[in-house]
């Protein structure tokens, strides 16, 4: 992974290269249709847009060691969020500051080992994020972050501080986002001021960064608020005018600010932190001229022991009487326990091509890693295709006709979690409060648990059914 | 010097890897052990409720051998009658003992396929090493492939294992290997290896990396521990894992720093200590069969646990100076 002198034909290759980070390639023209484009940063290999970055989770894409990932996966971009780093900043600097990267390139893509072609976007906060309590607020200088030591604010002048310090590809700057919450008039004027000013703020600590320099390594895309562009209109005109020349992409945290987002900003390429959870609601985003997304779902299948099975366009011709096609397989069922087909016939990822459903089944069952492993890397595989599909589509010229095919074909939504999950992690969810169930249930019992609460039971009544009897430690009733 | 060495060549023998190479398919066997409360041994096999649901199970040798056969381990091993070593109940061990026995005849008589698969005896019988030696002689005596040592590694005491251990190997025959059952500490895997074992397999290496401790050369350390939030060296330096090798030379790169923080909290951290463990684990075993092969195997033991404690020999641990005393390796000599 050295950085090889560049020779003849690289230097051929990068003169040819557009000039520009984001080539649109295909489009109507208007602001909120789909359109194909090219991402591109020098050393990093092209993402073809529309396309996703997958989420990790303290570094790693979950379940996925780093040399796994440069082996058996085609994920070609990650989202990091820097509050999964920052333990107990401001008080304490976090290793990952004090970390010199061996060979001066970016030292968070050191530290968490990430292959060196591997597009690096920074942002705050994790996607989805753990919405912070009221008592926890967004202020004028700060947002609350969730760390594993629980919530913390983040200044602006810190996140800046650490993004430009970090040299990520991308940098999605700090904006003032309510998760989770319902805006007012007020705050959302509240909210433009502070983006205004920490955007400001940002584009500030990069020209004292990079005073010496040819420009910033790092690209700068500026958060939107999740309303119409009218309702922030400050905010937008501050782009279109002051920031033009500092802001190289705009990230989305929903759909609205795409309604009425101006021309003057349709350049800028669209990367979208939102959740969506359900591959119609990807599609919906890219129908909406979203380029880069998160998919947070994936790894959420993952966990759920969801082997995806969904394709686009829908292999299956959309018929009038036909049930709908599942978008995902759960791997937990005992059906799969004999079965030597692939998760997904056909699919010629690590998972399919060298494990079949049975050996899937028995993982899950035993609670062993490697499941969630082989699921990952499948269901990552399943996404790349996704991608591919809707890409060709729009360059054919099929796509809408291809959405309405998949809206037919396929169940609106992903199977249901019936297994267990790997471990919860505190930074993983938020208490909801007292007497709530365990998150991780224990994974032993006393084998011996049954024939003591027989013992404690009274005898069963003459007329005592099924259900009585179970609850009194008597076996299961078998249907 | 030079029959001294002689001597020892004959005893020390080139162990394989504790962990077989992935081609291989690993030895099946039925571990009732941890079981044992709720299960009950007869004549006829082992009785048990199931941990999935509590349905009462049975396993028999002749199921237990049928099992492996359709598996088609290439090394299968016998059903035993394990009591652990810390019993204090003399007569049940010495039952066991002959129990075992007399399962690994009906066992070898259910073995199916004895031209692709190697059935390994599992001598048992406790600490007493009368009653180990009488399981030797029966079990040497049915000429299995290869041979366990079984039912160690149960909380006893490091000395009394490794008599154990030498009790038995001097009584196998040379040329069949030898394999010691749920060993994984180097320690003990390097003295039993001077013993005459060759063989081990155990889940420490990797379940120790799922709790964030990773395995050096000078000891095993919780990378959980505050200390090494801010340790950017590789879990052990000069490794050449896929972990801990630096990015310029095709590794990872990744740092103790980095295993702090995701060990115990994401699943990955637990696959990247793995990695290093094991690797360190048959690393070290591919170091001891170069040392046996060039003769120089007490040097190389006295090496190890001369970086293992910094060099200071008081704190060598009395169990392993007399084991290997007994077989002429001196470890406090300079």
Not at chain 1, 124 to 152: D, E, L, M
Not at chain 2, 99 to 114: G, M, Q, Y
Not at chain 2, 271 to 280: G, K, Q
């Amino acid at each position: 992974m050295t950085v090889q002198p560049l020779d003849a034909v690289h230097r051929d290759k990068i003169a040819q290269l557009p000039e520009e980070m984001f080539t649109i390639i295909k489009s109507v023209g208007r602001a909120t249709e789909p359109r194909l484009g090219r991402l591109h940063i020098l050393g990093r290999d092209t993402l073809e847009t529309p396309h996703y970055v997958a989420t990790t989770s303290r570094g790693v894409v979950p379940h996925i060691t780093q040399d796994l990932f440069a082996r058996a996966t085609g994920i070609n971009g990650v989202y990091v969020p820097l509050e999964d780093f920052i333990e107990k900043a401001p008080d304490k600097i976090p290793p990952l500051y004090q970390f010199k990267s061996p060979d001066g390139s970016s030292p968070l893509r050191r530290f968490i080992a990430l292959r060196e072609r591997a597009l690096l976007v920074l942002g705050a906060r994790r996607t989805p994020p753990i919405i912070a309590p009221a008592a926890n607020p967004n202020t004028n200088t700060s947002v609350s972050i969730s760390t594993s030591v629980g919530f913390r604010p983040l200044t602006a002048e810190d996140y800046a501080e650490a993004a430009e310090k970090l040299q990520p590809d991308i940098v999605v700057g700090l904006g003032d986002i309510p998760y989770g919450r319902a805006l007012g008039s007020k705050r959302i004027e509240k909210a433009t001021d502070r983006n205004i000013e920490w955007l400001q703020a940002h584009v500030d600590v990069r020209n004292d960064w990079y005073e010496d320099t040819t420009g910033p390594s790092t690209e700068l895309f500026a958060p939107l608020l999740p309303v119409s562009c009218a309702n922030q209109h400050y905010y937008i005109e501050s782009l279109l005018q002051d920031r033009s020349k500092d802001v190289d992409g705009l990230a989305f945290y929903n759909l609205a600010a795409l309604e009425d987002l101006p021309d003057g900003l349709s350049h800028l390429p669209r990367l979208a932190l939102t959740e969506p959870t359900t591959p119609h609601e990807v599609l919906q985003h890219v129908s909406l001229g979203l380029d880069v997304l998160t998919v947070p779902f994936i790894t959420a299948a993952t966990d759920a022991g969801i082997a995806l099975s969904f394709a686009f366009p829908a292999t299956a011709a959309p018929k009038a009487e036909a049930p709908p096609v599942s978008l995902g397989i759960d791997m937990w069922t005992t059906d799969h326990a004999t079965s030597l087909a692939p998760l997904v016939e056909g699919c010629e990822c690590y998972a399919c091509t060298n494990h079949h459903r049975a050996y899937l089944q028995h993982l899950l069952s035993a609670k062993e890693m490697l499941a969630w492993v082989l699921l990952q890397i499948h269901n990552h595989h399943t996404l790349d295709l996704f991608f591919a599909g809707i890409r060709k589509s729009l360059e054919d010229g099929s796509f809408q006709q291809n959405v309405e095919g998949f809206a037919k074909v396929y169940e609106s939504r992903l199977p249901e979690k019936t297994g267990q999950g790997p471990r919860i992690r505190g930074y993983q969810f938020k208490s909801e409060g007292p007497g709530e169930p365990k998150k991780n249930p224990a994974p032993f019992q006393m084998l011996d648990d049954r024939s003591e609460k027989l013992a404690e039971s009274t005898p069963p009544a003459a007329d005592a059914d099924a259900a009585e009897l179970e609850e009194q430690g008597f076996a299961e009733k078998q249907s | 010097m030079a029959a001294q060495h002689s001597h020892r060549q004959r005893r020390v023998r080139y162990p394989l890897d504790p962990h077989p190479p992935a081609s291989t398919n690993l030895p099946t066997s039925f571990q009732m052990v941890s079981l044992l409360k709720l299960s009950q041994v007869t004549e006829e096999g082992v009785r048990f409720l199931s941990p999935h649901d509590g349905s009462p199970m049975l396993l028999t040798p002749e199921h237990s051998i049928s099992l492996q056969n359709s598996i088609g381990s290439d090394i299968m091993m016998q059903l035993d009658d394990v009591i652990a070593t810390t019993s204090p109940d003399h007569a049940r061990i010495k039952e066991a003992m002959h129990r075992s026995v007399r399962w690994l005849d009906r066992c070898i008589a259910a073995h199916e396929k004895p031209e692709s698969q190697n059935l390994f005896c599992i001598i048992q019988g406790g600490l007493d090493l009368e009653l180990r030696r009488e399981c030797c002689r029966e079990m040497v005596a049915r000429d299995t492939p290869g041979i366990a040592i079984g039912g160690l590694s149960g909380g006893e005491a490091k000395d009394a294992f490794c008599k154990v251990v030498g009790t038995c190997t001097q009584l196998l025959p040379e040329r069949k290997p030898r394999y010691v059952m749920g060993v994984g500490y180097p320690e003990d895997i390097l003295v039993s290896v001077a013993l005459g074992a060759d063989m081990f397999d155990c889940v420490w290496p990797t379940r120790t990396a799922r709790f964030g401790n990773g395995i050096t050369a000078e000891g095993t350390f919780n990378l959980r521990h505050a200390a090494y939030a801010y340790d950017f060296r590789p879990v052990e330096e000069g490794c050449q894992c896929t972990c801990c090798r630096p990015q310029s030379e095709g590794g990872l790169g990744i740092t103790r720093a980095y295993i702090h923080h995701v060990a115990a909290k994401e699943t990955a951290g637990a696959h990247l200590l793995s990695m290093h463990n094991v690797h360190h684990l048959l690393e070290l075993m591919r170091r001891a069969r170069e040392a046996i092969v060039e003769q120089r195997y007490p040097e190389f033991l006295k090496e190890y646990f001369g970086r293992l404690y910094a060099g200071d020999k008081d704190k060598y641990p009395q169990w392993a100076v007399d084991a290997l005393q007994g077989v002429e390796v001196d470890l406090l000599s300079d």
